[in-house]
């Protein structure tokens, strides 16, 4: 049943335009959440303001590369300036990169590139949402990792390297940050059914789906539901602590 939990908060949810950010940024404002949606593609981030606004909701969009970190300032400075307040902070921008391919043939251009979005993004964001929060002596930030991260997928050592880095980004967080009134959580998926599957080879998607004891997908449902719960009030008590959403995959 969705609850009202997120009424009177802001939410920011990086990498909002599709995909898991879409589906998180719906289910916090179906519970009550006023949202900043923010993301690099303007057509997509364009249709998902529409259809969040034409549901009735307050939503903002922001056309913004998180590795840029002007970009990302003055991103925050507008939010705050529209709502006076941030909550919440999902961090699901991300890329998956070269994959079924080798150290060897990974080239240094695609690993800066894969770095830019996936960890200086988070650790941008990160940033930028908790002076607010830090000032209000409240906040709930999530940063989207990977069971990569975790475990590394071989073949794709830009997302692994990049997700671990993520996880090492909550965990130092959450404790620098642990008396303050803010949590600061991971969600590690592994593979979900998103438009992100078609950059990845189909022989690295059928390992990695080989890898998940519940012998399917994940949706993107599941892991908004997920992360509401961990972005609530009542998640009180758990901070620097990185959550699984696999399927049984994951082995810590």
Known sequence: MISERFKGQVAVISGGG?????????RLAAEGARLAIVDVNREKLAEAVETLAMEGHEVVGEAVDVSN???????FERIMERFGRVDVMVNSAGIVGPTRTSILDYSVADFDRIYAVNLRGA????????KPMAE???????????????????????????KAGVIGLVKGLGKEF???????NGLAPAVIRTAMNA??????LAYMTSKIP???L?????????????????????????YDISGGRATY
């Open 18 to 26: 599709e995909g898991l950010g879409k589906a998180i940024a719906q």
């Open 69 to 75: 970190e002007e970009a990302v300032k003055g991103c």
């Open 123 to 130: 650790f941008l964001m990160a940033k930028c949402a908790l």
């Open 136 to 162: 209000k002596g409240y906040g709930r930030i999530v940063l989207i990792a990977s069971i990569a991260g975790k475990e590394g997928n071989p073949f794709m050592s830009g997302y692994s390297a990049t």
């Open 178 to 184: 642990a008396t303050t009134g803010i949590t600061v």
């Open 199 to 204: 950059d990845t080879h189909p022989e690295q």
């Open 214 to 216: 519940m012998g399917r």
């Open 218 to 242: 994940g949706t993107v449902e599941e892991v908004a539901a997920a992360t509401s719960f961990i972005a609530s009030p009542e998640n009180s008590f758990s901070t620097g602590f990185i």
